[in-house]
């Protein structure tokens, strides 16, 4: 809910903290109010989150909607939505494979505008795109960024929110003397009304080179809103199963029937995220 000034322009957004320390973390803010970077920290590009380019979210009147969790020894679900950006739905659903990895998986709809959406994450060391789709956090612990698709991506940037030389914090900000920006951007050609997703996992990591680790499309039937997708993740000589269907369609992927809005089959095991939530 909107808490007046103190709200920025943030929804559905997350951290990620590994090995005692921040991995996937947003800008935040430090300083006095009149700081030059105020505006910058309360606005959407400093939130790891969906961002609509040229379009302000309007926070005041929106909230994140049909907000559902789960949380098992094996995986974690959550999923929820929101419409504070003009005429669009952004839903976001989330699943954390314990203890290894994340994928975030974004819908993108709306009925009349095309928009260039960002998938947009900050760190607090500089990002290194490796190759199509793949970056890395600089230093150690790391975290690696794989986002599937690829080649739908019009962009993979990095930027510097933040320097060390920027930051006039003090010793209570611990951890926030710099942040920098990793941004993916999508959109469609003029005349194509599909939704845009993006499907990308962090794998936190430690230890030189980042883990080689795939997060591979799986078809789907069923689905004829074109916002459900699958996708296997293959690591540690084990292949995962992950379901995301937001519109809650009855889908057949790998020949099983799906009306959850997530699921996943981790080690053998099918779990499913109820609609009613828990």
């Known amino acids: ?19 005692g320390q921040p991995l996937i973390e947003e800008v935040g803010r430090f300083g006095s109010y009149d700081n030059p970077l105020d505006p910058f920290f309360r606005s959407e590009a400093a939130h790891n989150q969906i961002v609509l380019e040229t379009f302000p979210m309007n926070r005041r009147e929106h909230r994140g909607r049909d907000v559902l969790w789960l949380a098992t020894d094996a995986v974690d679900f959550f999923s929820g939505w929101h419409e504070a950006y003009p005429q669009a739905r952004i839903h976001r659903q989330i699943v954390f494979v314990r203890p290894d990895y994340w994928v975030v998986f974004d819908t993108v709809r709306a009925d009349e505008y095309i928009f260039q959406a960002s998938s947009v994450l900050h760190g607090p060391k500089a990002f290194r795109v490796l190759d199509e789709g793949r970056a890395r956090l600089e230093g150690e612990p790391s975290c690696l960024v794989v986002h599937a698709k690829a ?6 940037t990095t930027q510097v929110d933040y320097s060390a030389q920027d930051f006039t914090g003090t010793d209570q900000y611990q951890m926030a003397s710099e942040r920098h ?15 845009i997703t993006f499907a990308t996992l962090l794998v936190p990591f430690r230890g030189g080179e ?8 799986l078809a789907v039937s069923g689905d004829g809103t074109g916002q459900a997708e699958a996708y296997t993740v293959n690591w540690k000589g084990r292949t995962d199963i992950l379901v995301f269907n937001p519109a ?30 828990r």
């Not at 809910?1 to 090995?19: K, P």
């Not at 080649?151 to 993979?156: K, V």
């Not at 980042?210 to 499309?217: C, K, M, N």
């Open 248 to 277: 809650g369609a009855t889908l057949t992927v790998e020949g099983r029937s799906v009306s959850a809005p997530m699921a996943a089959a981790i080690a053998g095991d099918w779990i499913e995220l109820p609609a009613a939530g």
């Open 1 to 19: 809910n909107w808490g007046g000034g103190h709200t920025h322009q943030d929804l559905l957004d997350f951290s990620i903290w590994c090995h």
């Open 210 to 217: 980042p883990p080689d680790v795939r997060l591979t499309p």
């Open 181 to 195: 920006r990793l941004t993916a951007m999508k959109w469609r050609d003029v005349g194509d009304q599909k939704p």
């Open 151 to 156: 080649g739908e991506l019009r962009r993979l």
